[in-house]
């Protein structure tokens, strides 16, 4: 059975720092692409960013703009986003999910596997 499980989020105030974890389970994590994304309430999944199997390739969302960083440990089988100079647009919640074709990919249907997400509150 494949979990991935978000922690890291809460609220922050504007400027602030965030560092979301996603640990993986049930699945051989070193072989899986991992993206985040995030969304609000009526709104659709916005890609925030993905990163290989090996770690090698990155790629972002356009409004990230240098902020996050997304980094991962297959030791840990665990992917994490480092996010600065968070702002208010920033609120919402961040969902990780895993793709078995490895490579980082924007568009949110071609996950596997997806977890439950971790709130992120960004006040003014």
């Known amino acids: 059975q494949v979990q991935l499980v978000e922690s890291g989020g809460g609220l922050v105030q504007a400027g602030g720092s965030l560092r979301l974890s996603c640990a993986a389970s049930?699945?051989?994590?070193?072989?899986?692409?991992m993206g985040w994304f995030r969304q609000a309430p009526g709104k659709e999944r916005e890609f925030v960013g993905a990163?290989?199997?090996?770690?090698?390739?990155?790629v972002y969302g356009d409004f990230v703009k240098g902020r996050f960083t997304i980094s991962r440990d297959n030791a840990r089988s665990t992917v994490y986003v480092q996010m600065n100079s968070l702002k208010p647009a920033d609120t919402d919640v961040y969902y990780c999910?895993?793709?078995?074709?490895?490579?980082?990919?924007?568009?949110?249907?071609?996950?596997?596997?997806w977890g439950q997400g971790t709130q992120v509150t960004v006040s003014s």
């Open positions: 049930g699945l051989t994590f070193s072989r899986f692409a």
């Open positions: 999910a895993a793709d078995g074709t490895g490579a980082p990919r924007r568009q949110p249907g071609g996950y596997d596997y």
């Open positions: 990163i290989s199997w090996s770690g090698g390739t990155t």
